[in-house]
T-cell receptor
């Protein structure tokens, strides 16, 4: 149980386009989901905390207009990278919190490459 | 602020024990975690420890916590080639919601 999926697993896009990444909790309801970014050989940096039905809380330095987060249901959160540029190329990982014990379950990640 | 540090690389021989260390700065940590990340994949939770505990053992894994020195370690007994991965420690701080602050990651390489 407690499986989190992400789609797509990898994406290559042209500079200036927008890319949407989905994060789904497959067998549980997640009131809170988290979006992280990981550069090669570096740690995970929290970008934002997403709560179902409310606006996401962004970490300092993360542009909310560039990284749009929608958490429309208890099993789905989406991250849209708007007007992507090469510096946005990274590994994006989401996690979903299983209510009650506060444990976070991580998705397999999405590798974004912007040309 | 929160700052979590780890050594970058550790190499061990198969069958030996591995010890991965982590230091943190926030004394109000409530939970401390160890995650494993294989290449191109997400994170797998290995184990966690409450901040009021000194030690936790789970099969081949032993977690030691020295709260006074803000030092956390993960010992893997009888290390196998399948243990080769990057290991992250993470802390959850009281009053910070359920946000996790991750360490810099330690790459473990297990050699035959």
């Amino acid at each position: 149980g407690a499986v989190v999926s992400q789609h797509p697993s990898w994406v290559i896009c042209k500079s200036g386009t927008s890319v949407k990444i989905e994060c789904r909790s497959l067998d549980f309801q997640a009131t809170t989901m988290f979006w992280y970014r990981q550069f090669p050989k570096q740690s995970l940096m929290l970008m934002a905390t997403s709560n179902e039905g409310s606006k996401a809380t962004y970490e300092q330095g993360v542009e909310k207009d560039k990284f749009l987060i929608n958490h429309a249901s208890l099993t789905l959160s989406t991250l849209t990278v708007t007007s992507a540029h090469p510096e946005d190329s990274s590994f994006y990982i989401c996690s979903a919190e299983l209510g009650g014990n506060n444990e976070q379950f991580f998705g397999p990640g999405t590798r974004l490459t912007v040309l | 602020g929160e700052d979590v540090e780890q050594s970058l690389f550790l190499s061990v021989r198969e069958g030996d024990s591995s010890v991965i260390n982590c230091t943190y700065t926030d004394s109000s940590s409530t939970y401390l975690y160890w995650y494993k990340q294989e290449p191109g994949a997400g994170l797998q939770l290995l184990t966690y420890i409450f901040s009021n505990m000194d030690m936790k053992q789970d099969q081949r894994l032993t977690v030691l916590l020295n709260k006074k020195d803000k030092h956390l370690s993960l010992r893997i007994a009888d290390t196998q080639t399948g243990d080769s991965a990057i290991y992250f420690c993470a802390e959850r701080v009281g009053g910070g919601g359920n946000k996790l602050t991750f360490g810099t990651g330690t790459q473990l390489k297990v050699e035959l």
